[in-house]
């Protein structure tokens, strides 16, 4: 079982930051891959960034709304993974989850999910 919790979420003024943090507990080794996920009111979740170890590097991947915008990186030593948010938008204002899985294909599809952590864009 892996536990995951979030922190970093408030409320910000466009074209602001926030830096939103997941620590990952319990069984770390099926955390390889880990990935925020936002979702809106009605909506289902959709995957912001996700971060995968690498022997090198780590590969990352974005969606297109928040390339250049947003930066996922992680600290394995604090079994920890970041979403740095710059520039925000309104429409950004959702509740982000953190995920983590095994792999890049699982993320999203494992059950190991945060709380959520509340991000808000005012205009």
């Known amino acids: 079982q892996v536990q995951l919790v979030e922190s970093g979420g408030g409320l910000v003024q466009a074209g602001g930051s926030l830096t939103l943090s997941c620590e990952a507990s319990?069984?770390?080794?099926?955390?390889?891959?880990m990935g925020w996920y936002r979702q809106y009111p009605g909506k289902q979740r959709e995957l912001v960034a996700g971060?995968?170890?690498?022997?090198?590097?780590?590969?990352?991947i974005y969606a297109d709304s928040v390339k250049g915008r947003f930066t996922i990186s992680r600290d394995n030593a604090k079994n920890t993974v970041y979403l740095q948010m710059n520039s925000l938008k309104p429409e950004d204002t959702a509740l982000y989850y953190c995920?983590?899985?095994?792999?890049?294909?699982?993320?999203?599809?494992?059950?190991?999910w945060g709380q959520g952590t509340q991000v808000t864009v005012s205009s």
């Open positions: 995920n983590a899985a095994a792999n890049l294909a699982l993320l999203g599809l494992s059950g190991y």
């Open positions: 971060i995968v170890a690498g022997i090198v590097r780590d590969t990352t």
């Open positions: 319990g069984s770390v080794f099926s955390t390889n891959a």
